[in-house]
């Protein structure tokens, strides 16, 4: 059993079901969150967003409203720090610190993690362990944090959906490598085909299941 397996970490939806889901890191951004959202509610679809904890306390509407859309929220840590440079007294105070900002914003719990940049190592999963959360990674990433990323680019990295894929898509940007990735345009304008493409190949995209926290 390898590392992820006994931290209790998916990347693939739960089998026997037609179903694929796309999630939305590093938000909310005041400038695209809402794009993103009017996209998702024109096709009638869910999505999981995967909110930095610093930003959902600068905008709690933001995160009602993904709430209120049908959506579901994990967190992704307070300040999105790269793990690999954390010590892990520090990964811990970042972890809960970010799932304590959200559910402040939520105003409920919030079991579904994401660790930043998708840290596997042991500090990380240790931590987001020993947070209570139900950390998730992704099967599907399309790059669309790359600078100068096209929506033909991100398109062309997810030629096909399957069943159980989690699409991995940026809502906002945390340490972003140019002024450039902060510009989320190419990925909203992505959401339409990427939906198109899940009906095509007959799933429903899903919200992801938080289920029981492997610890609390
Ligand atoms: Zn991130």
Request: aromatic share 6%.
């Amino acid at each position: 059993m390898n590392r992820e397996r006994l931290a209790g970490i998916r990347s693939r939806l739960p089998g026997g079901r037609a179903a694929a889901a796309l999630t939305f890191d590093d938000g909310p951004d005041p400038r695209f969150t809402p794009a993103v959202l009017d996209v998702l509610a024109d096709h009638g679809v869910v999505a999981t967003f995967f909110l930095v904890g610093r930003r959902a306390e600068r905008h709690p509407g933001l995160v009602s409203r993904i709430l209120r859309d049908g959506h579901a929220i994990g967190s992704h840590s307070w300040s999105h720090p790269d793990p690999s440079g954390q010590s892990f007294p520090r990964l811990l105070r970042e972890y809960r610190r970010g799932r304590r900002a959200v559910e402040a914003a939520a105003g409920a719990p919030v079991r579904l993690f994401r660790p930043p940049m998708g840290d596997v190592a042991l500090p990380s999963t240790a931590a987001a362990a020993l947070s209570g959360v139900r950390p998730w990674l992704w099967t599907r990433d399309p790059r669309d944090w790359l600078p100068g990323r096209t929506t033909a680019d991100i398109l062309g990295a997810v030629p096909a959906l399957e069943a159980g894929d989690v699409v991995l898509l940026h809502d906002g940007i945390e340490l972003p490598v140019s002024d450039e990735a902060l510009d989320r345009s190419a990925t909203v304008a992505a959401v339409p085909a990427l939906v198109r493409r899940a009906e095509a190949a007959g799933l429903a995209l899903v919200t992801l299941p938080s289920g029981r926290a492997p610890r609390s």
